[in-house]
């Protein structure tokens, strides 16, 4: 009899592996550690979308949310294990101006962008309408049921809103484009959405955008002039760092980001005031797949009992 092990690769993408009974502790453990391996992502600014997913464009059923049809991207995602992966392409971006550069990190991104680190990419190709440089606000949607495409493309009932559709331990971050493309923000829902029962209580860490204030943080975005541009988010450091209540010290009203599901909803006012709603799915980190191992292997023993 053959068992059927499904291990998640990147994108949506499986590989399929059928198992007999007798395969070894090796085999299983083999099989965790190629579905971990990087593939190799553009990380370019856009220039390539290599190891990226399109995910169609922001005029288009099923991926528009609200605002403008006429503000026209392209939207990308992709997800990965950190790898002594770089900057290439002559990208501008990275952290605060005067700081830390491409993946280097600081007080506010400790054990960021370390090998093994599970990222997550979101990327944007300019069409029409709206030009760059841009501030984006991406919308995290941690339990993938509170944003919600239209039902039609510029109808009136999408939910987009993080005020509104947002609830406890979602977040959401912003890039400043117009500044080099530093990170600007990271704000969570402290409460509810106005939608989800309120009280929306949304609270950042520090900082903001146009506060003139960055920080190191553990996301980072990376732009081609006016054509595109790319960000990137180390979920595991942003989990280990901002996951807990005022980290830093900063803002006691701060409770901490919530941890990342099998797959994440966001919500993106990508350019202008077009927003969109997509799904990514994150590849696990190295101890993730090592337990979905050991439950493979538990099946199998139990299989072999029987």
Known sequence: MLLLVITRLYGGLAVWFYMKKVYTLTSVFGIVAFAATSLGQSIDGGTTWTGWASKGQSDQLGVYGSGSTTDIYEVFTTAFLFNNNSVSGGAVGGGPTGGVTGFGTGAFST???A??????G???RRISGA???FTPTVRFDLDNDSFAAASSVGGADGRTSFTSWSEAKDYTVQFEGANSWRG???TMQAGNGTSNGGPNNQQAIAGG????????WAFRAFAQGTSSYQMFFDLTAMSALYGTSNPFGLNSNFTGIGSTGSTVRFSLNGLGTNNTVFTAQPVPEPASMAALG????ALIKRRKQK
């Not at 090998?115 to 997550?120: D, E």
């Not at 955008?209 to 190191?216: A, L, R």
């Not at 050991?294 to 292997?297: F, P, T």
């Open 111 to 113: 054990g960021a962008f």
């Open 131 to 133: 030009t760059l440089p």
């Open 184 to 186: 600007g923000s990271l």
């Open 122 to 124: 979101v990327g944007v």
């Open 115 to 120: 090998n093994g680190n599970s990222i997550i």
């Open 209 to 216: 955008v146009g506060s003139g204030v960055s920080y190191d």
């Open 294 to 297: 050991l439950g493979a292997l």
